[in-house]
């Protein structure tokens, strides 16, 4: 028994997809609706289980950042166009 602790494993991507994903203003609902899955599935994600390449693609894609700073790659945001061009932070 864990004795009521969280049972989300902490990882680098879990962990930035909850930090964008708010500070778009979004809930789990509302990004997992924009991405075509189910809010429990998108819960999963910001527990430490990773997504299919196809599902982070389309994450990164609604919140417009690089992949390389949700994997932990580089410590800078990296937005992104919705044409797939890269924009430096702001």
Do not use: F, H
Not at 3 to 8: H, M, S
């Amino acid at each position: 028994m864990n004795g009521g602790t969280d049972v989300c494993k902490e990882t680098r991507i879990a962990e930035r997809l909850a930090i964008l994903r708010k500070a778009k203003g979004l809930t789990q609902r509302q990004l997992a609706e924009k991405i075509g899955i189910e809010r429990s599935t998108y819960a999963y994600y910001e527990c430490g289980r990773l997504p299919s390449v196809d599902i982070l693609a389309r994450i990164y894609r609604v919140l417009a950042v690089s992949m390389d700073y949700v994997a932990g790659l580089r410590e800078e945001v990296g937005y992104v166009t919705a044409e797939g061009s890269a924009l430096s932070p702001q």
